[in-house]
């Protein structure tokens, strides 16, 4: 079972950076999909960016061109750069291994929170 664990959340102004990093444990990770999610206070966790073991990227509309997803297969780590930052951005952010259709198959971690202000 692949565990994952989220880091490199806080709190920052409307137009600031932050880059989140997702370290996961077990084999085959270079192989893997693998996604970052966000789940805002009252609402649904969504999926907000994709990069596929060949390293092709997918994002979801109301990030594309602010976010960028990466991974670094020799440390099992993948990272979500996210710049512009909005108000709307704050939620909770987690990674997840996914299978086919994007579907997560890995265990949730505790992920990591940020927030930002306007």
């Known amino acids: 079972q692949v565990q994952l664990v989220e880091s490199g959340g806080g709190l920052v102004q409307a137009g600031g950076s932050l880059r989140l990093a997702c370290a996961a444990s077990?084999?085959?990770?270079?192989?893997?999909?693998m996604g970052w999610y966000r789940q805002a206070p009252g609402k649904q966790r969504e999926l907000v960016a994709v990069?596929?073991?060949?390293?092709?990227?997918n994002y979801a509309d109301a990030v594309k061109g602010r976010f960028t997803i990466s991974r670094d297969n020799a440390k099992n780590t993948v990272y979500l750069q996210m710049n512009s930052l909005k108000p709307e951005d704050t939620a909770v952010y987690y990674c997840?291994?996914?299978?086919?259709?994007?579907?997560?198959?890995?265990?949730w971690g505790q992920g990591t929170q940020v927030t930002v202000s306007s």
């Open positions: 077990g084999r085959f990770f270079s192989i893997n999909a």
């Open positions: 997840n291994t996914l299978g086919r259709f994007y579907v997560p198959i890995g265990s």
């Open positions: 990069i596929i073991g060949g390293g092709g990227t």
